[in-house]
């Protein structure tokens, strides 16, 4: 392997120079070239997007692979240029899971026959979790790596190059103030000018450069239109099948466990969370929808249902605190003020977005949309 010598010397020497160079500007002792202002600005810009758009296109890589060996693995793939295999998500192996459970256990039977309509469904949001994952990775984090690891790059290699040019003009400006003889003085205005030429130069050429900063954001911003959009059509998918999964439990269920309080979209909305708090406390919350009038029940008509003799069940009560007030619709209602509680219970038959609630001597229908249940 050849070297050469007196090169490596040179860059050596080089080194050394704008070591020194660096320190003494730092202790205020050479002089040193300012940029202008228009140009700071924009580098100081660059920067500033380069920093943010690597934290987003981590944690968005966090967001869409949780498992750190799985993006690793994903890494050593794009860059042999490989195409990336197909890998299972959580949802469709835990859909294949419950399938074959279902098998063992007897799908004739209804803990057998409920596993396979839950594995099917999960199945069908681990799809549509894979659809999400491979159009964000198309339309939003591959346009973030680009630029990372392409105009990001010629952006730095030109700044480095402008930071050696104006090096490069200090030396020439300390040189001409040290020199005495006049032939000395012609020498090196000739390598100021020259530096300054090379200086101004390379300074456009960045800026240039750097005002296409603007045109990346405006590229992010669409990117991250379809990266939403991606969120929400994927949500709405799993709402979608979390809608569907619901109504085939409820009429395949029917009303095999009784006093039981069977899940519903408006019930998950209130019941509460971890941390105990409920939806009621959230900043501007407002009080749901009143449920339709015409689905107060299945199965037990309004004429039908009479309040005064509907006495609670044995077991399943239960203490609910009222979230918003609400007025009664009919006789068959019970009005309620927020914050107080009262005793709730089901029927057999009765929809599931409502409950018998009693109050004293007071007992009528009440949404369950307007209650966090207690015990």
Not at 76 to 103: H, S, V
Not at 108 to 118: D, N
Not at 322 to 344: F, G, K
Request: glycine letters at 6%.
């Amino acid at each position: 392997m050849d070297f050469n010598v007196k090169k490596l010397a040179s860059d050596a020497g080089v080194f050394f120079t704008r070591a020194v160079q660096f320190t003494e500007e730092k202790l205020g002792q050479a002089e040193k070239t300012e940029l202008d202002a228009h140009l700071e600005n924009l580098i100081a810009r660059a920067d500033c997007t380069k920093n943010w758009t690597e934290k987003i296109f981590r944690q968005t890589e966090i967001l869409l692979q949780p498992n750190p060996s799985a993006r690793i693995e994903e890494f050593f793939y794009e860059k042999l240029d490989k195409k990336i295999p197909m890998r299972t998500t959580n949802g469709e192996l835990l859909g294949q899971y419950m399938l074959d459970a279902a098998k063992d256990f007897g799908p004739g039977t209804p803990y057998g026959s409920t596993l396979i309509t839950v594995g099917e469904y999960q199945k069908k949001l681990g799809g549509a979790e894979r659809d999400f994952l491979q159009t964000s990775a198309i339309n939003f984090l591959t346009p973030l790596r680009n630029f990372l690891e392409g105009d990001w790059r010629t952006i730095s290699k030109e700044k480095r190059l402008l930071e050696n040019r104006r090096l490069d003009l200090d030396v020439s400006k300390a040189r001409l103030k040290k020199a005495k003889l006049a032939e000395a003085k012609a020498a090196a205005e000739h390598e100021l000018r020259v530096a300054q030429t090379e200086f101004d130069r390379q300074a456009e050429v960045t800026r240039l450069l750097l005002e296409g900063i603007s045109s990346t954001h405006v590229n992010h911003l669409r990117c991250l239109h379809e990266f939403v959009e991606a969120q929400a059509t994927y949500y709405a998918q799993c709402h979608k099948h979390m809608q569907e999964l619901q109504k085939e439990l409820r009429s395949a269920n029917g009303d095999s466990i009784p006093n039981a309080f069977t899940g519903s979209p408006s019930t998950s909305a209130v019941l509460a969370g971890p941390s105990g708090l409920s939806s009621s406390s959230l900043p501007g919350a407002s009080p749901p929808a009143h449920p339709p009038v015409s689905s107060g029940h299945s199965g037990l008509e309004a004429s039908t249902l009479k309040i005064e003799e509907v006495q609670p069940p044995a077991t399943g009560t239960r203490k609910a605190k009222v979230l918003y007030d609400y007025d009664a619709a009919d006789t068959s209602e019970l009005s309620l003020l927020a914050d107080e509680l009262i005793t709730v219970y089901t029927v057999p038959g009765m929809d599931p977005d409502w409950l018998i609630g009693e109050r004293g001597n007071q007992k009528g229908k009440v949404p369950v949309t307007y209650l966090e249940l207690l015990s």
